[in-house]
């Protein structure tokens, strides 16, 4: 069987700190958090009171009014994200090729918050007369990807991802392996979730996930810091426009980066067990396998990094694990020190990040960093970004429950290699 190269030539971010790649990166590289209290209802009861919402983001931008209206938030953020990642790969759709286009979708909450409460709202208030209609079908984790094959226009394989917060890297590999199997020349791959509601908030909040530095909004994301103590909950969505390289040379696309090798792994969980980084680094090693590359070959990591004490912890053994002392010299940053913990968005965002890392040759960087965790004492790119020779990037995400993911891209191919 052939084994197709996959390449990405489309971004499309709707991310707490920006609308659109440019914003998005420009606000990275300045270290700016978009992280605030909460807007979107009264939090003032919780325990937390902070989040990073995507406050300048209007469906009508992307959407007709009626469809905005009936939809959940989770889906007009992936619809809004991949009219952005198809028009900045200048990609055009047309019907006698829909069939070669695919959708590789991820979610990890889709419409419980918003959509989802409706539903039970009205049932318990009123009984069945109640239920919204549109509520009642909108809510599915697949109505994502519904929503985008219709505003699209494109008949090829469609499916849904959702692993906890791996999701967004799981759901790039699902797009990448129905491009390498010739299932597809194209593929929207990304996710989106919207968990800044008051229901979903609370749950997170009694889960104890989430941190209680109220009083300093913009500093209560610190990943590997010491004062570090819980994530804070985002929205948003992003989406990659993955393509046959063959296809994108064609049509004479710019490629940001290809897609090298992805690895995954499971384990029962408990905070003891993920913070030795074990299976984590069992995810990174099959990762580097497919790539075919070594620890000497990954320039930078585009890191997990969400500011639960234990999980940082798994992050920093698994590097070590898996890349020796090369470890200590590679540059790491956690985009979620700005942008918050987006779930299903969070991997997707990471990617995006880590391809304009190698397109601009610059690493954002880890904001909040002031004293000095013994624990995590590799170099993530304190405070201030950073120019770098960087040519391939390591991501890694965690889930909750349990799950592992990590994901290797790689530059854009010579053009002997694609002639070759």
Known sequence: MTHHRVVITGLGIVAPNGIGRDEFWRNLVAGK?????????????YPCQVAAEVRDFSPTDFLAPRQ??????????????????????????????SE???????????????LAADVFRGFFTDGLPGIPRASAIEYPPHLAAVHLASEFKIRGPALTVSTNCCTGLDAIYAGYAQIKLGKAKVSLAGASDAPIFPA??????SFGALTTRNHDPQGASRPYDKLRDGIVLAEGGAT?????LEFAVARGAKIYAEVLGHGSANEIDNPRRRATGRTMARAIRAALTEAALDAAEIDHINAHGCAVPYYDVCDTNAFKQTLGQRAYKIPITSIKSMV???????????T???CLSIDQQRVPPTINQEASDAACDLDYVPNVSRAAD????LINGQGFGGSYAALVIGPPPSSDAVTG
């Open 33 to 45: 958090s978009a992280v605030d209290r909460v807007f979107a209802f009264d939090a003032s009861r």
């Open 352 to 354: 995006a990040a880590a």
């Open 340 to 350: 918050g913990q987006g779930l299903a968005a969070a991997g997707v965002l990471q």
């Open 100 to 114: 070669q286009i695919g959708i590789a979708w991820g979610t990890s909450l889709a419409g419980i918050g918003d």
């Open 240 to 244: 990659l426009v993955l393509e046959d």
């Open 68 to 97: 905005a209206k009936t939809m959940g938030r989770f889906s007009q953020l992936a619809v809004a994200a991949t009219r952005l990642a198809v028009e900045d790969a200048k990609l055009t759709i047309v019907p006698q090729a």
């Open 200 to 205: 979903t908030f609370g749950a997170f909040c």
């Open 390 to 393: 960087v040519k391939r990037v």
